[in-house]
């Protein structure tokens, strides 16, 4: 007999079968009932032991957490809320859990304290929907990708370039902390270090990526990176992961098209294939804003949010007509943004974003063509040479979620725009030779995973989308 998930035995429509199933016991009440789950479903199935032919030991050990495994016969359920059920022929503790000390006892935990327990959250039915949510999209990306003729790289972890200019990276270092070798100057002598110079943690794959779109053209990494900013918000983590697609002869016209069917695909994945998970994670979210004031309630649903994206058209708006639709608005009139725009050149905050999105246009927009003193140095400079060629994506209730742009393909500018920002062309002389051998038009786009989990699964906290989060002073597990 094989053994079953908890899913499937769920999904049976042939009952008065002999079943096998292993998992962890959410409950045991009245000696009799077990709920059990395996991981497979956000649903447990009732197990009904014959508690007066059973081994008082056995009974004494059925405590929630511990694992089973449960031999039976699957009938109609005589209960509400499930179909079926495993009447119990034989049951094996595999692992005891006490009772005294378990910490995810069957009663609500706050996010805080099951942070502390990450190793053993995703036993509540919270977690478990969003680590499967968090699975589905990360196949779902792959999946696009894939169908779409695009090729996977694996772009380096440790880096001796900073590719955003933001220099807020971790340090790569076998030297001796307490006795670090130095130069005549007093300086640490990097040439001899591990790679005989100052190397880091990556904080993007990007430019590598453009150097394989530039010879197999369509490539996208989904990796690592890591940010050494010491930001405490619910909005960001110093290890996180990214995607991030990069295709030859495609200008920003294309790049938007792309991000546009990326986003929908992957939104619709989930749709189809993670109804229960956003079912439950959709009910949680409404019963959690019923305890908050009305301005921070969330003005969709879960489904109707994802859906807001995947049926409507992106509206492609230029930055320059966004600052004026923003400066004209009645929330920056009567000074209610916290950021109030009035000049043409500010950097865009989430208020402003979301305006656009949910007030203004009431659909998800790209904006384009952005002033170049708050872009990345590798980005085109139009012909006005005020703006480049970048484009982030807006949805609702997070502001920006994709930022990318037609990257400058010219080598006399890029050179000008590396030398203005003190950006060592010897440093980055492999990406400078893309433009001289064989240079064209290509673009390309960044998404934070963390990002499109917390906007899927509406958690509000970064740090309840991954698995292990990794933040200033904290570093556990």
């Given at each position: 007999?094989?053994?079953?998930?908890v899913?499937?035995?769920l999904?049976q429509?042939?009952?008065?079968?002999?079943v096998e199933?292993?998992g962890?016991?959410?409950?045991f009440?009245?000696?009799?009932?077990i709920?059990?789950?395996?991981?497979?479903?956000?649903?447990?199935?009732q197990?009904?032991?014959d508690?007066e032919?059973?081994?008082?030991?056995?009974?004494k050990?059925?405590?929630?957490?511990?694992a089973?495994?449960i031999?039976?016969?699957?009938?109609e359920?005589?209960?509400?809320?499930?179909?079926?059920?495993?009447?119990?022929t034989s049951i094996e503790?595999l692992?005891?859990?006490?009772p005294e000390t378990?910490?995810?006892?069957?009663?609500?935990?706050?996010?805080?304290?099951l942070?502390?327990?990450?190793?053993?959250?995703?036993?509540?039915?919270t977690?478990?929907?969003v680590?499967?949510?968090?699975?589905?999209?990360?196949?779902a990306?792959?999946k696009?990708?894939t169908?779409n003729?695009f090729?996977?790289?694996?772009t380096?972890i440790i880096?001796?370039?900073?590719?955003?200019?933001?220099?807020?990276?971790f340090?790569?270092?076998?030297l001796?902390?307490k006795?670090p070798p130095l130069?005549?100057d007093?300086?640490?002598d990097?040439s001899?270090?591990?790679f005989?110079k100052?190397?880091?943690l990556?904080v993007?794959g990007?430019?590598e990526?453009?150097t394989y779109?530039?010879?197999?053209g369509?490539?996208?990494?989904?990796?690592?990176?890591f940010?050494?900013?010491?930001?405490?918000?619910s909005r960001h983590?110093?290890?996180?992961w990214?995607?991030?697609?990069e295709?030859?002869?495609?200008?920003?016209?294309?790049?938007?098209?792309?991000?546009?069917d990326?986003m929908?695909?992957?939104?619709?994945?989930?749709?189809?294939?993670?109804?229960?998970?956003?079912?439950?994670?959709?009910?949680?979210?409404i019963?959690e804003?019923?305890?908050?004031?009305?301005?921070?309630?969330?003005e969709m649903?879960?489904t109707d949010?994802l859906?807001?994206v995947?049926?409507?058209n992106?509206?492609r708006?230029?930055y320059?007509?966004?600052?004026?639709i923003?400066?004209?608005s009645?929330?920056n009139?009567?000074?209610?943004f916290?950021y109030l725009?009035?000049?043409?050149?500010?950097?865009?905050?989430?208020?402003h974003?979301?305006f656009?999105?949910?007030?203004?246009?009431?659909?998800p927009?790209i904006l384009?063509?952005?002033?170049?003193?708050i872009?990345?140095?590798y980005?085109?400079?139009n012909?006005?040479?005020k703006?480049?060629?970048?484009?982030?994506?807006?949805?609702?209730?997070?502001g920006?979620?994709?930022?990318g742009?037609?990257?400058e393909?010219?080598l006399?500018v890029?050179?000008e725009?590396m030398a203005?920002?003190?950006?060592?062309e010897?440093?980055?002389?492999w990406?400078?030779d893309?433009?001289?051998?064989?240079?064209?038009?290509?673009s390309?786009?960044g998404?934070?995973?963390e990002?499109?989990?917390m906007?899927?699964?509406?958690?509000?906290?970064?740090?309840?989308v991954i698995?292990?989060?990794?933040t200033?002073?904290?570093?556990?597990?």
């Amino acid at each position: 007999m094989k053994l079953s998930t908890v899913s499937e035995l769920l999904s049976q429509e042939t009952t008065l079968i002999d079943v096998e199933v292993k998992g962890w016991v959410r409950t045991f009440r009245a000696n009799r009932f077990i709920a059990l789950n395996d991981g497979s479903t956000i649903n447990n199935i009732q197990c009904v032991v014959d508690f007066e032919n059973t081994d008082e030991a056995i009974l004494k050990r059925i405590t929630t957490g511990a694992a089973v495994y449960i031999k039976g016969l699957l009938v109609e359920s005589q209960g509400k809320g499930q179909n079926v059920e495993v009447q119990a022929t034989s049951i094996e503790v595999l692992g005891d859990s006490d009772p005294e000390t378990y910490p995810i006892q069957p009663k609500k935990h706050s996010l805080e304290f099951l942070r502390e327990n990450a190793h053993l959250r995703t036993r509540t039915n919270t977690f478990s929907a969003v680590m499967r949510l968090r699975s589905s999209l990360s196949f779902a990306v792959h999946k696009y990708f894939t169908e779409n003729g695009f090729y996977n790289m694996h772009t380096p972890i440790i880096t001796g370039s900073d590719a955003e200019g933001a220099g807020e990276m971790f340090r790569v270092s076998t030297l001796d902390a307490k006795n670090p070798p130095l130069t005549e100057d007093g300086k640490v002598d990097y040439s001899q270090d591990f790679f005989g110079k100052e190397a880091n943690l990556t904080v993007s794959g990007q430019l590598e990526a453009e150097t394989y779109a530039m010879s197999l053209g369509k490539v996208y990494t989904f990796g690592p990176t890591f940010r050494a900013e010491n930001s405490n918000t619910s909005r960001h983590l110093s290890e996180f992961w990214m995607i991030e697609p990069e295709v030859a002869f495609m200008d920003l016209d294309g790049n938007m098209d792309l991000a546009e069917d990326f986003m929908k695909s992957v939104l619709n994945y989930v749709l189809e294939n993670n109804k229960e998970d956003l079912a439950f994670l959709e009910q949680r979210q409404i019963q959690e804003d019923k305890s908050k004031p009305q301005i921070e309630r969330n003005e969709m649903t879960l489904t109707d949010k994802l859906r807001f994206v995947v049926d409507n058209n992106f509206k492609r708006v230029s930055y320059t007509e966004a600052i004026d639709i923003l400066r004209n608005s009645k929330p920056n009139k009567k000074k209610k943004f916290q950021y109030l725009i009035d000049e043409w050149g500010a950097d865009l905050q989430s208020e402003h974003e979301r305006f656009l999105v949910e007030k203004h246009f009431k659909c998800p927009v790209i904006l384009f063509d952005y002033p170049a003193n708050i872009k990345a140095f590798y980005m085109r400079l139009n012909e006005d040479e005020k703006t480049v060629r970048a484009m982030d994506i807006l949805f609702p209730g997070i502001g920006e979620i994709v930022g990318g742009s037609q990257r400058e393909e010219r080598l006399e500018v890029l050179k000008e725009k590396m030398a203005a920002l003190d950006i060592p062309e010897e440093e980055l002389w492999w990406y400078l030779d893309l433009r001289k051998y064989g240079t064209a038009v290509h673009s390309g786009f960044g998404l934070g995973f963390e990002r499109l989990v917390m906007f899927v699964t509406g958690m509000g906290n970064i740090r309840d989308v991954i698995p292990y989060p990794r933040t200033p002073q904290n570093a556990e597990f």
